[in-house]
Structure formats: C-alpha cells, structure tokens
C-alpha cells in the first residue's frame, strides 16, 4: 500500500493505527509543513508490524526518511524542463543529442524538420556533418 497523506492525519489514516489494525506493513508519503512553515517537507514512512507468536501486534516499527532535497530537486527539474521546452517552442529552435560510443543521435522533431528528416527515420551523422558550412567544418 502507498499513499499520499498531508499532516495532521487522523487517527484512522495514521500509519501506525493501520498497521496495528490491519497486521500489515504499509508505506507512505507523507507531507508536511516544515517547523518555520517556510516550506513542505516530504517524508516516505515505512511501518511494519512486530508481532507475537500469535501474530498479534505488539509494536510497530517506524522507519522514516527525509526526502524533502529529492522532492525540491524533481521540481527545479520539472520547470528548468518546461521552461526550456517553452523557449525551443518560442524560438522554433530544435536539439539534437550524440551519443559518441554508439555514434547514435537524438534529433528532436523540430531539428529533424529543419533538416528535412523523415520522423520515421533514424537519423545519421553524415546529414549533421553535411549541413556544416566548410568553413565551419574544423570548428565543429
């Protein structure tokens, strides 16, 4: 089971009260505002149950981890992300990437249009190399 729970819980989403009712582990999220209230912080809380020879619960074992840099980090790259695809798009500009191991190319659909590359086909160095200017050529 995961889930996503903000604090405070109630009593009937507490993590432990689950595990004690149910006699199963459980994960979740769980987040929070920080101390100062300056931000959230996000925390994944793994309980599992200690039982008796009788599978009875008698204790829970709460593990929590911090992940709140994760968490901050995945967002920067979600808007670094959307602010560059919002630039490309403004700008008509495309991207390419080169793999130099495997000579393998990425070519976005923008830089395959403004080569004049099929979307279905793969695209070759030959056709990079061909649309520098030879002035240019030793530069690149």
Known sequence: LYTDYQV???????PVSIVRSSGKPINMMIKRDSRDNARAEWYLT???????????????????????????????????????RIALEVGELGFFDFYPQTEKLYWSPRTRELFGVDPDCEPALKVFEQAIHPEDYQLV
Do not use: F, G, H
Not at 8 to 14: F, M, R
Not at 54 to 59: H, L, N, S, W, Y
């Open 8 to 14: 405070p819980l109630k009593d009937t989403d507490n």
């Open 46 to 84: 793994n309980c599992s149950p200690i039982t008796d020879p009788a599978k009875r619960v008698q204790m829970v074992l709460v593990v929590m981890t911090d992940l709140t840099i994760q968490k901050l980090a995945d967002e920067k790259i979600r808007t670094s992300e959307e602010q560059l």
